[in-house]
């Protein structure tokens, strides 16, 4: 059975607190990816990575960073949180395949910033 | 750009009825269309996927049309029961690896006894 973690499913931070988000897969998976996802506006792509050590910017990557420094690990940084990144992180990953791949998802880290 | 569209408004069905829920997509031309169900408090997990080529596919209870002419996908339940109130999500798909994979907002299912 295919299996995404992460690291919490509930995480309460401090504005300006440097936060860490972890993400594992089992699935020996090249890609991965991070999503907020906010009422109203459905899930939005935060930065993905297709190999070790690369990453790429999606949709709203300002404010955050990410690093993967083995295939089984995605990791998203928040180095200043600010009360606007409260939302609920999703990590999926995918095989390289193809457009076929489908994502695998974690059960979420709903992360409120006081 | 490209721009995915849900019925934004819940859908309220009675269970045995059948519930169809639409995803327009715009700017885009996917090679295939995956959907998801989500339950609250927890990640998406992987219904179907159709292809460009396909008309429809089916899966037990389900069935999902794909019409790249009206640029729309039809997902539907068949006999529909109370543990099928979820959230559903359509994902246009390119047909590269490299194409990220753009989520609709969803929409909301409830079933009703």
């Known amino acids: 059975d295919v299996k995404v973690t992460q690291s919490s499913r509930y995480l309460v931070k401090r504005t300006g607190e440097k936060v860490f988000l972890e993400c594992v897969q089992d699935?020996?998976?090249?890609?991965m990816f991070w999503y907020r996802q906010d009422p109203g506006l459905g899930l939005r792509l935060i930065y993905f990575?297709?190999?070790?050590?690369?990453?790429e910017k999606g949709d709203i990557p300002e404010g955050y960073s990410v690093s993967r420094e083995k295939k089984e690990r995605f990791s998203l940084i928040l180095e200043s949180a600010s009360t606007n990144q409260t939302s609920m992180y999703l990590c999926a990953s995918t095989n390289r395949a193809s457009g076929q791949n489908t994502q695998y998802f974690g059960p979420g880290t709903r992360l409120t910033v006081l | 750009s490209q721009k995915i569209e849900q019925n934004s408004e819940a859908l309220n069905i009675q269970e045995g009825k059948t519930a169809t829920l639409t995803c327009n997509y715009t700017?885009?031309?996917?090679?295939?269309l995956q959907w998801y169900r989500q339950d609250p408090g927890r990640g998406p997990v992987f219904l179907l996927l159709?292809?460009?080529?396909?008309k429809e596919k089916r899966k037990e209870r389900l069935k999902v049309t794909f019409d790249t002419t009206l640029k729309q996908s039809l997902f539907h339940i068949t006999a529909s029961q109370p543990a099928d109130s979820a959230t559903y999500l359509c994902a246009p798909r390119g047909y590269s690896s490299a194409s990220k994979i753009i989520f609709g907002s969803g929409t909301r299912l409830s079933i009703r006894p």
């Open positions: 990575s297709y190999d070790v050590k690369m990453k």
């Open positions: 159709i292809r460009e080529n396909e």
């Open positions: 699935m020996d998976h090249e890609n």
């Open positions: 700017n885009y031309s996917p090679a295939y």
